[in-house]
């Protein structure tokens, strides 16, 4: 089979397994209807791909390593010497059907087998393999921070035992038996006139970390991320302070007389005001502007002289002087909380800023990647030699990996 018809029907393949999932754009869905009228041998490879044989035969790989299934699978591939189909050719021979149904079983086992992976584009296959040095050994991140008291000291969460690990004033800290911290003062709110008590909660790269503040709000910390805010709420609002990403339950609390107490998140000078609510706040540095998902509820964003109000499913970007609401892939916005990469359609260096975040790598270029996108999903769990080896399958970029120093070349 010809190399271009192989590139053909991955791609072909990719469209129909993002069909699956209703992701296909009014324009892809007709890329996708065009060619499977161009001839008889598409149509029948598009029944191909969708029959439960297939799929069945596709989740059986699941078990098989990676490196392995993608050479019995594209050796198959290779061994069927056969020709191309033309698009004019009334009958579909059997060994042709074969070999498209192997060539779409290559992409498709990255789609949905072990990974949950599919390439973006009609690339061939990379084939010089990841170089790695093993000098430091590079592990998926975890449930790690550091807790910072109000008079400095500081406590590893990830190692402390569990049960009360510090009090401030009158309130307990505690670690969780799943490894989460709640605060506990028996009271929604401290007295008006107490002065406030500031509690920091830091995530390395490689860490994350789940926290139950003393209002009952619950917040989920991605890596590289912090939240400071008071051991007991006061006043008429409730304030935190974020940096990095991190996601939002939000407790009701109502004041005596019935009023409620607003909830308010400082983020890199944007504050993201609720009652409560679900939501998320990517406030990353080197992520460009303040990124506030409203999940459900309602909440008001501003910077400056900035404002705005999100309803549910609603993205709102600000700058000091300038802000865009956008309809967001709710999915993908969450899938960190979730415990997964997703990319729709991603650059390299996005995904580039991730995976540096959750495996406590630094990141290196060489050459030209921009136009380089990616979609597809993993779980965080896995290691960072899985994630990069599937990345290599586009063929257009190349990973070395050198201790903690990543390095990232187009080819």
Same mark, same amino acid.
């Given at each position: 089979?010809?190399?271009?018809?192989?590139?053909? &029907?991955?791609? &072909?393949?990719?469209?129909?397994?993002?069909?699956?999932?209703?992701?296909?754009?009014?324009?892809?869905?007709?890329?996708?209807?065009?060619?499977? *009228?161009?001839?008889?041998?598409?149509?029948?490879?598009?029944? !191909?791909? *969708?029959?439960?044989?297939?799929?069945?035969?596709?989740?059986?790989?699941?078990?098989?390593?990676?490196?392995?299934?993608?050479?019995?699978?594209?050796? @198959?591939?290779?061994?069927?010497?056969?020709?191309?189909?033309?698009?004019?050719?009334?009958?579909?021979?059997?060994?042709?059907?074969?070999?498209?149904?192997?060539?779409?079983?290559?992409?498709?086992? /990255?789609?949905?087998?072990?990974? $949950?992976?599919?390439?973006?584009?009609?690339? #061939?296959?990379?084939?010089?393999?990841?170089?790695?040095?093993?000098?430091?050994?590079?592990?998926?991140?975890?449930?790690?921070? &550091?807790?910072?008291?109000?008079?400095?000291?500081?406590?590893?969460?990830?190692?402390?035992?569990?049960?009360?690990?510090?009090? !401030?004033?009158?309130?307990?800290?505690? @670690?969780?038996?799943?490894?989460?911290? %709640?605060?506990?003062?028996?009271?929604?709110?401290?007295?008006?006139?107490?002065?406030?008590?500031?509690?920091?909660?830091?995530?390395?790269?490689?860490?994350?970390?789940?926290?139950?503040?003393?209002?009952?709000?619950?917040?989920?910390?991605?890596?590289?991320?912090?939240?400071?805010?008071?051991?007991? /709420?006061?006043?008429?609002?409730?304030?935190?302070? &974020?940096?990095?990403?991190?996601? /939002?339950?939000?407790?009701?609390?109502?004041?005596?007389?019935?009023?409620?107490?607003? /909830?308010?998140?400082? %983020?890199? $000078?944007?504050?993201?005001?609720?009652?409560?609510?679900?939501?998320?706040? *990517?406030?990353? %540095?080197? !992520?460009?502007?303040?990124? #506030?998902?409203?999940?459900?509820?309602?909440?008001?964003?501003?910077?400056?002289?900035?404002?705005?109000?999100?309803?549910? $499913?609603?993205?709102?970007?600000?700058?000091?002087?300038?802000?865009?609401? #956008?309809?967001?892939?709710?999915?993908e916005v969450l899938a960190w909380k979730n415990g997964k990469f997703l990319f729709r359609k991603t650059d390299a260096k996005a995904i580039m800023r991730q995976i540096s975040r959750w495996y406590d790598v630094d990141i290196h270029y060489k050459g030209d990647l921009s136009g380089i996108l990616f979609s597809g999903s993993i779980s965080k769990k896995d290691n960072i030699e899985k994630l990069v080896e599937i990345l290599e399958?586009?063929?257009?970029?190349?990973?070395?990996?050198?201790?903690?120093?990543?390095?990232?070349?187009?080819?």
């Amino acid at each position: 089979m010809e190399q271009n018809r192989v590139d053909e &029907i991955i791609y &072909i393949t990719g469209l129909i397994k993002k069909s699956w999932i209703g992701g296909l754009s009014e324009a892809e869905q007709a890329e996708l209807d065009d060619w499977k *009228n161009r001839s008889e041998a598409n149509h029948q490879l598009a029944e !191909e791909i *969708n029959a439960a044989d297939i799929a069945h035969d596709l989740l059986a790989l699941e078990q098989y390593d990676v490196t392995s299934a993608k050479e019995r699978i594209f050796s @198959k591939i290779q061994g069927l010497n056969v020709e191309p189909v033309q698009a004019a050719t009334p009958v579909v021979r059997i060994f042709q059907l074969k070999a498209m149904r192997w060539a779409a079983a290559a992409i498709l086992f /990255f789609a949905i087998a072990g990974t $949950g992976w599919y390439l973006s584009s009609n690339r #061939t296959p990379a084939s010089a393999p990841v170089q790695i040095s093993r000098a430091v050994k590079v592990v998926p991140g975890g449930n790690r921070a &550091i807790l910072t008291l109000s008079d400095g000291s500081q406590v590893i969460l990830d190692s402390v035992a569990n049960g009360v690990i510090g009090k !401030e004033e009158n309130v307990q800290v505690i @670690k969780l038996q799943d490894g989460k911290l %709640a605060y506990n003062d028996g009271s929604p709110s401290a007295a008006p006139d107490s002065k406030p008590v500031y509690n920091t909660i830091s995530t390395p790269r490689g860490g994350q970390y789940q926290v139950t503040l003393p209002d009952g709000t619950a917040v989920w910390l991605n890596s590289a991320s912090s939240i400071t805010f008071p051991t007991s /709420f006061t006043g008429d609002e409730r304030t935190v302070t &974020i940096t990095g990403e991190a996601y /939002f339950e939000v407790a009701h609390q109502v004041q005596a007389g019935g009023k409620r107490v607003p /909830f308010v998140v400082d %983020a890199m $000078g944007n504050k993201t005001t609720v009652l409560g609510t679900h939501f998320n706040i *990517n406030a990353y %540095a080197d !992520e460009g502007p303040v990124r #506030t998902t409203l999940i459900e509820g309602s909440v008001q964003v501003s910077s400056g002289a900035v404002s705005a109000v999100l309803r549910p $499913g609603e993205q709102s970007r600000l700058g000091k002087n300038s802000y865009a609401i #956008t309809q967001p892939d709710l999915e993908e916005v969450l899938a960190w909380k979730n415990g997964k990469f997703l990319f729709r359609k991603t650059d390299a260096k996005a995904i580039m800023r991730q995976i540096s975040r959750w495996y406590d790598v630094d990141i290196h270029y060489k050459g030209d990647l921009s136009g380089i996108l990616f979609s597809g999903s993993i779980s965080k769990k896995d290691n960072i030699e899985k994630l990069v080896e599937i990345l290599e399958l586009d063929g257009r970029i190349h990973f070395e990996l050198k201790g903690r120093d990543m390095t990232v070349m187009s080819k």
